[in-house]
């Protein structure tokens, strides 16, 4: 059983279109990270939200940490093509050393021109 | 500029061959690991070391060994190279603080023929 499921796996849209893609588990995460992997390239971190209910902007990145702290979702407004790649969330759990972080699967995004 | 590096981008062994993934970080983190990533099983952790000398089994360990004999140095290596263990291998490091970002290396695309 996964423990954190990224949903949807695969998205390819338009430029100029929102998306949204999420993280969901059953279990609670004391923070959640969102990375980005290029082709070729090793994970790349975005953002760490931490505090249940959490929003973060990172220019046309919206990222949200759910209040039970057990999901959260990525919402991209105006797609570019730059924004092409795979989006991991990582989890670190309660009690859990620092370094123990748990993926998702990943959603590959890819944004046509 | 904050530094993982693996010795190969690509690399090309015999079934049954020794095989060494060499991972360096400059950062003076106390934690390392590897993961290997497959299509459609995402990022799955080997092993992770948090100090010199020390290693803990990551949810994959079979058929690899870890050494960590210096502070920014972490091997991963594979015992007897079967055609199963082609894949993605990726090297991370982190600090010690609760929460803290992953730093991945370029990864190494393993092919065992």
């Known amino acids: 059983t996964q423990l954190l499921e990224q949903s949807p796996q695969f998205l390819s849209i338009q430029e100029g279109e929102n998306l949204t893609v999420y993280c969901n588990s059953s279990s609670v995460f004391s923070s959640l990270q969102w990375y980005r992997q290029e082709p070729g390239e090793g994970p790349v971190l975005l953002v760490t939200v931490v505090t249940g209910g959490e929003v973060k902007k990172l220019k046309r990145l919206t990222f949200q940490f759910g209040d039970a702290r057990k999901d959260s979702s990525l919402h991209i407004t105006a797609a570019q093509p730059g924004d092409t790649g795979l989006y991991l969330c990582?989890?670190?759990?309660?009690?859990?050393?620092?370094?123990?972080?748990?993926f998702g699967k990943g959603t590959k995004l890819s944004v046509i021109p | 500029d904050v530094k993982v590096t693996q010795s190969s981008r690509y690399l090309v062994k015999r079934t049954g061959e020794k095989v060494f993934l060499e991972c360096v970080q400059d950062?003076?983190?106390?934690?390392m690991f590897w993961y290997r990533q497959d299509p459609g099983l995402g990022l799955r952790l080997i092993y992770f070391s948090y100090d010199v000398k020390m290693k803990e089994k990551g949810d994959i360990p079979e058929g690899y060994s870890v050494s960590r004999e210096k502070k920014e140095r972490f091997s991963l290596i594979l015992e007897s190279a079967s055609t199963n263990q082609t894949s993605m291998y990726l090297c991370a490091s982190s600090g010690p603080l609760t929460d803290t970002e992953a730093f991945f290396g370029q990864g190494t695309r393993l092919t065992v023929v």
């Open positions: 950062m003076d983190h106390e934690n």
């Open positions: 990582a989890g670190v759990q309660p009690g859990a050393g620092s370094y123990q972080l748990t």
